[in-house]
C-alpha cells in the first residue's frame, strides 16, 4: 500500500490548521498508551458535480462512538459535526480526486480512570488524496501470519483502536519481510480472521464465504456493504462462518474488502496459487458493482453515500 502523501492542512480540535500546528505532548494518554479510536472513510470524486460523496457517514459514525464507550474516551462529536470539519477541511485542501479521511478521538488525560470529568480528550481528522491501488487490478499475494489476532477477551477486535493495530503491525511485517504484499491472521482458534486491515471472503462454487463477526474480525463496514451487494446485485450465496486455513488453499477465489484496498484479489496464499492464479469472476463482477455504488453521487440509490462542499 503506498505511503500517504503529507497535505498542507489537518482538522485538529475544532479549526482546520495548518499541518505543522497539530501537536500533542509526549505524555499523554495517546502518546503512552496508545489511547485513540479512529475511523477510515472514503469520499469519491464526482467531477460533474464538482464534490466529494462519502461513503457510510452515519455507519462510521456510529461505530467511532461504540470504539469510544468501550474504551471511555468521552466526546461530542456527531454526524452533523464531523461533517461540518470534513466540508471545511476538504475545501481548505481543494482535492479533486478521490480522498481517504481518518476522524481520530485521542486521550490526552485520564490514566486509567471511567471518571469523564478526570479526562482530557481531543479530536483530529486529516484528509489524504487517495488514488486507486494497482494492486485492486492485478491481485495480490497473502501470507498466512505466525501472528494470531487478538480475540474479545483480550484486545476486542470489534473496537478500531490505534492500540489493536500493533498486532496487525507485526502480521504485515512478517508478510513484508516474506515478499508478501498481505498478511492474514488466524484467530486463536486457528480459523481466518482478517488481514492488517481487510475483510477475507472465500468463493467455493456458487458460494461466497466470510468468516463471522464473532470470529476476531471489526464488524467491517465495507465487509457489510459487499456482501449486501453479492446479495442483491449478484445474486450469490453469502456464508458468514468459520473459515479454516486449507480453504484459504482450495478455494476458487480470494478477495479482500477495507476502506483503503476496496475490492482486491488475492491470486496466492503461502505461495499456492488462488484458482488460475489471477482476478476471478466473483471478484471482478462485485468490483464493478461497489464502483458503480460508491461513485453514484447524486443518483445513489442505496443510501450510502453523504454529499461533501461544492469546490468552485
Known amino acids: 500500500m503506498a505511503e500517504l502523501s503529507t497535505p498542507d492542512h489537518i482538522w485538529f480540535d475544532g479549526a482546520v490548521r495548518p499541518w505543522h500546528e497539530a501537536r500533542v505532548h509526549v505524555w499523554t494518554e495517546t502518546v503512552l498508551r496508545a489511547a485513540s479510536v479512529f475511523e477510515g472513510l472514503r469520499g469519491y470524486w464526482n467531477p460533474q458535480e464538482s464534490r466529494h460523496y462519502f461513503v457510510h457517514l452515519d455507519r462510521h459514525v456510529r461505530r467511532l462512538h461504540d470504539s469510544a464507550k468501550v474504551t471511555r474516551i468521552p466526546h461530542t462529536l456527531d454526524e452533523e459535526t ?14 479533486r480526486e478521490d480522498i481517504y479521511a481518518r476522524p481520530t478521538l485521542y486521550l490526552e488525560k485520564g490514566r486509567y480512570t471511567a471518571d469523564a470529568s478526570a479526562m482530557q480528550a481531543g479530536f483530529f481528522m486529516p484528509v489524504f488524496p487517495s488514488p486507486r491501488e494497482k494492486t485492486i487490478d492485478t491481485g495480490i499475494t497473502c501470507l498466512v501470519s505466525s501472528w494470531r489476532r487478538s480475540g474479545d477477551d483480550t484486545a476486542p477486535p470489534k473496537v478500531k483502536a490505534a492500540a489493536n493495530y500493533y498486532n496487525l503491525r507485526l502480521a504485515r511485517l512478517e508478510a513484508d519481510t516474506h515478499g508478501y504484499g498481505e498478511a492474514i491472521l488466524l484467530n486463536s482458534a486457528g ?3 482478517e488481514t492488517g486491515g481487510a475483510s477475507v471472503f472465500i468463493v467455493r462454487g456458487d458460494t461466497v464465504v466470510t468468516p463471522g463477526i464473532s470470529e476476531s474480525i471489526l464488524d467491517s463496514i465495507t465487509r457489510a456493504s459487499v456482501i449486501e451487494l453479492l446479495r442483491d446485485s449478484l445474486g450469490l450465496r453469502v ?7 486449507t480453504e484459504l488453499y482450495l478455494s476458487d477465489e480470494v478477495f479482500l474488502t477495507g476502506t483503503l484496498c476496496e ?11 488462488v484458482g488460475q492464479g489471477r482476478p476471478g469472476p466473483v471478484t471482478t463482477a462485485v468490483q464493478r458493482a461497489y464502483y458503480e455504488a460508491v461513485q453514484s453521487g447524486s443518483a445513489d440509490t442505496r443510501g450510502w453515500l453523504t454529499a461533501g462542499p461544492r469546490l468552485g
Open 239 to 245: 456464508e458468514e462462518r468459520q473459515v479454516e486455513r
Open 263 to 273: 475490492v482486491t484479489p488475492v491470486v496466492g496464499v503461502d505461495g499456492t496459487p
Open 191 to 193: 480459523k481466518v480472521a
Open 82 to 95: 464531523l461533517l461540518k470539519a470534513l466540508s471545511e477541511l476538504v475545501s481548505a485542501l481543494d482535492y
